[in-house]
């Protein structure tokens, strides 16, 4: 079966710019989460989404937000970028919220300048 | 903010030896996933053990927990050059509504040389 796909690969924009990233889950997993990961501060999460609701927020300023559909695909916001919104941003689908595990996509690389 | 913290940071071994890393945490858990990350691509996951089990086999990975120490360790036996990668643990944890919240330490980066 098909994995977690992430578009786009990589990204690059200016800083007050914003941008949107999409991620198709696993056919069958209502459950995305999301993740930044940068050298500094390695991987934190964003948000996760189980059937169409938010379920749980990580602790990150409101410019980031993110939404999901009724065919389980999410996608994130991020406004008024910044220099330090560079990361690589990791979406994860599951099942069953974790329970039994996540499969992650390959992420999308966001270069702010 | 991290809730584990892997040990060592870095480590470089020939192949065919074993690896281990090891992690703690901090709050109570419902499971504790171990995942691999190669060149800052998406993450794998290894391995799963839920808090009421103490070990857990998968190929040639063996994982242990230890709820009373808050810590765990992966054993990679006769690594290979494709073990080469970053792995981190990650938990789930038990109480704060905070389930679909993986909390993940910073990582081990092991280097396999053949």
């Known amino acids: 079966k098909a994995g977690v796909t992430q578009t786009p690969r990589y990204l690059i924009k200016t800083r007050g710019q914003q941008v949107t990233l999409s991620c198709s889950p696993i056919?069958?997993?209502?459950?995305v989460s999301w993740y930044q990961q940068t050298p500094g501060q390695g991987l934190q999460f964003l948000f996760e989404y189980f059937s169409e609701t938010q379920r749980n927020k990580g602790n990150f300023p409101g410019r980031f937000s993110g939404r999901q559909f009724s065919n389980s695909r999410s996608e994130m916001n991020v406004s008024t970028l910044e220099l330090g919104d560079s990361a690589l941003y990791l979406c994860?689908?599951?099942?069953?919220?974790?329970?039994?595990?996540?499969?992650f996509g390959s992420g999308t690389r966001l270069t702010v300048v | 903010s991290q809730q584990g913290e892997e040990d060592p940071q870095a480590l470089s071994i020939q192949e065919g030896e074993n690896a281990t890393m090891n992690c703690s945490y901090k709050t109570s858990i419902n499971n504790l996933q171990w995942y691999r990350q190669n060149s800052g691509r998406g993450l794998v996951h290894l391995i799963l053990?839920?808090?009421?089990?103490r070990e857990k086999h998968s190929g040639r990975l063996r994982v242990t927990l230890d709820t009373s120490k808050k810590s765990s360790s992966l054993l990679i036996t006769a690594s290979r050059a494709a073990d080469t990668a970053s792995y981190f643990c990650?938990?789930?944890?038990?109480?704060?509504?905070?389930?679909?919240?993986?909390?993940f330490g910073k990582g081990t980066k092991l280097s396999v040389k053949p």
């Open positions: 990650a938990t789930d944890a038990l109480y704060g509504g905070s389930q679909g919240n993986l909390i």
């Open positions: 994860a689908s599951s099942l069953d919220r974790g329970r039994s595990g996540y499969t």
């Open positions: 056919s069958g997993h209502r459950s």
């Open positions: 053990i839920r808090s009421n089990e």
